[in-house]
């Protein structure tokens, strides 16, 4: 399987409201709930409106669209990285997943995967 590496850094955001611009930019996710709205995008790109945020965040997603029938793909990944004390911040999409790694431990989680199998790309 291979994985894409994006080269810009994430920051993990707590938001009042939804800046329009940003919907048009590329990976930015959004998550709303009853008790907050949530923001993952590139720390360019963190709005003023911002509440809490958490930087330093790097970013791979498994290349391709994953059928919804498959079954373990990110619990193998995230379950690797946590046996080597890596934790992640996971985001699925319609198509694939994404996966968040802080900054410090990034190249370590790809050397990891890289000696499991997976195809690496920057």
């Keep these: 399987m291979r994985i894409l590496c994006l080269s810009q850094d994430f920051t993990v ?3 009042s409201s939804v800046p329009h611009e940003l919907l ?3 990976y930015t996710f959004l998550a709303k709930t009853k008790d ?3 923001l ?3 720390t360019a790109l963190v709005p003023k409106n911002t509440l809490q945020k958490e930087d330093n965040w790097r ?3 498994l ?3 994953l059928d919804f029938s498959l079954v373990g793909i990110l619990a193998k990944i995230a379950a690797l990285l ?3 004390g890596i934790s992640i911040f996971a985001l699925s999409t319609y198509n694939t997943d994404y996966v968040l790694v802080k900054q410090e431990n990034f190249r370590q989680a790809l050397n990891l995967l890289s000696q499991h199998g997976y195809e690496i790309q920057y």
Excluded: A
């Design 24 to 26: 048009e930019q590329e």
């Design 59 to 61: 970013c791979f997603y």
């Design 13 to 15: 955001c707590q938001i």
């Design 36 to 38: 907050e709205l949530s």
């Design 40 to 42: 993952v995008c590139p």
């Design 63 to 65: 290349d391709g669209v």
């Design 82 to 84: 946590s046996e080597n």
